[in-house]
């Protein structure tokens, strides 16, 4: 199967999926997770009507960005942001950060964005399931502690939602769970992004409230 003909079948799942939770396809936007994928690729799957890209790391996004310059692409950041990576970060044209997931993070960022004058629109990451190997809030406390406190003291930082992962391979009941736990989250919070479901889940998470599906190798193979 080509990237095409994987981008009618993801198209398809993403159909059923908003079918059977009775949402419009067009309440769910798909972020393609371009981590493994060289410029030529990226250029492909722009050309069949995607338009957001997302990469996990400032250099290699940095390299793509320049290559890709022509294209009017969305690029979010959906990678872990380390502190001294900051100033780099906001140089790019990134549209979202998809993993803001510390405290300390929110006021480095806001910092170093009121030095450029830049306001950068973020989602807190939620580990809910509370991953070790993952990156996120762990308590819905501290999700309410970090948009509050972004909300009256960051002035440069505009949380517009959240993100999560699930765990790889978990069972549907899992996967419903978490999923379902980070959209009434959301829903309380009155936030409207909830960015969840990647290649292997995104099925679920669509019908679970998704509005951002992070799809990556089930463009590169048969889904």
Do not use: C, H, W
């Given at each position: 199967m080509g990237i095409k003909e994987n981008w009618i079948r993801i198209r398809e799942k993403i159909n059923l999926a908003c079918q059977y939770s009775g949402r419009s396809p067009n309440e769910v936007k798909v972020l393609v997770a371009s981590k493994y994928m060289d410029?030529?690729?990226?250029?492909?799957?722009?050309?069949?009507?995607?338009?957001?890209?997302?990469?996990?790391?400032?250099?290699?996004?940095?390299?793509?960005?320049k290559a890709l310059s022509d294209l009017p692409i969305k690029w979010h950041f959906i990678g872990h942001l380390q502190t001294n990576k900051i100033n780099r970060f906001l140089s790019l044209d990134f549209e979202l950060f998809h993993s803001l997931d510390r405290v300390d993070l929110i006021y480095a960022l806001n910092k170093r964005a009121e030095r450029r004058g830049r306001k950068v629109k973020v989602l807190l990451?939620?580990?809910?399931?509370?991953?070790?190997t993952k990156y996120g809030f762990t308590e819905e406390k501290d999700l309410w502690y970090a948009l509050e406190l972004i909300d009256k003291e960051m002035k440069f930082i505009e949380c517009v939602g959240l993100m999560t992962?699930?765990?790889?391979?978990?069972?549907?009941?899992?996967?419903?769970?978490?999923?379902?736990?980070?959209?009434?989250?959301?829903?309380?919070?009155?936030?409207?992004?909830?960015s969840m479901g990647t290649s292997s889940d995104f099925e679920i998470a669509i019908q679970e409230g998704a509005t951002i599906v992070r799809i990556g190798s089930a463009f590169l193979n048969s889904v």
């Open positions: 410029e030529e690729t990226i250029r492909e799957i722009f050309l069949l009507g995607l338009n957001i890209f997302g990469e996990n790391q400032i250099q290699v996004a940095q390299k793509k960005m990451e939620a580990n809910l399931y509370k991953e070790k992962m699930a765990p790889f391979r978990a069972d549907e009941r899992i996967l419903r769970d978490i999923f379902s736990k980070v959209r009434s989250l959301a829903n309380e919070m009155g936030l409207a992004e909830i």
